[in-house]
């Protein structure tokens, strides 16, 4: 059974430093990894989508790794800010035959001004 | 504008009153899904949709029930919420999820559905 785990669950960094956040999975038969953002009581929202053929992807100061090998994507955010603080999650969509997506339990990130 | 909306935004609601929460897409999407988030274990599909009146069970199915008579449309139905179901609900879409393609598309998300039960 596919699980996702992200590790820290919490995490705090002074402005202007680059961060890495993390994502592991278990089973490597995934067709894409979705990172998202979400802001306290609101909706997701999509930062980057990996295929599984690639090995990352970029937007902006985000950049998002793939290494389906060994069950780990990271997410790479350059030169933070306060308002990038909010809680990061990642989602795989295996090939397993299901249809279902399978989420992280998500990185709450405060940036310190 | 492309978006996923859902309503209510926020409902208070008692245990065993019967209660609809409507979800919408405006992009054309084949794939919809329900999920539920609560505190220290994320996301959890509750139930999905591969097309009109093509709907399967998530992970965590118990005590709702979806239908897909549309495509753009995909509500969440409760027949006797219980205190358990308290939780934030999103409801997603998707153009397609991979089976039979190379690859899945991004899942795009609603604001969220605030649900309590009394």
């Known amino acids: 059974k596919q699980e996702v785990t992200q590790i820290p669950a919490a995490l705090s960094v002074p402005e202007g430093e680059n961060l890495v956040l993390n994502c592991s999975f278990t089973?490597?038969?995934?067709?894409?990894l979705q990172w998202f953002r979400q802001d306290p009581g609101k909706g997701l929202t999509s930062l980057l989508l990996i295929q599984s053929s690639q090995r990352e992807q970029t937007s902006g100061r985000l950049n998002a790794s793939l290494d389906k090998s060994s069950g780990r994507s990271t997410l790479y955010i350059a030169a933070s800010q306060p308002g990038d603080s909010a809680t990061y999650l990642c989602a795989v969509k295996p090939t397993s035959g299901t249809y279902k997506y399978i989420f992280g339990t998500g990185t709450r990130l405060k940036v310190l001004a | 504008e492309a978006q996923v909306t859902q309503n209510p935004r926020y409902l208070i609601t008692v245990t065993g009153k019967k209660l609809t929460v409507t979800c919408s897409q405006n992009?054309?999407?084949?794939?919809m899904s329900w999920y539920r988030q609560d505190p220290g274990l994320g996301l959890r599909q509750i139930y999905y949709s591969m097309n009109v009146e093509v709907t399967d069970k998530g992970d965590v199915p118990e005590g709702y029930k979806v239908s897909r008579k549309e495509k753009r449309n995909f509500p969440l139905i409760l027949e006797s919420p219980s205190p358990n179901q308290t939780s934030l609900y999103f409801c997603?879409?998707?153009?397609?999820?991979?089976?039979?393609?190379?690859?899945?598309?991004?899942?795009?998300f609603g604001p969220g559905t605030r649900l309590t039960v009394l």
């Open positions: 997603a879409s998707s153009p397609q999820t991979g089976e039979g393609y190379k690859f899945a598309s991004e899942q795009f």
């Open positions: 089973d490597s038969a995934i067709y894409n």
């Open positions: 992009m054309n999407h084949e794939y």
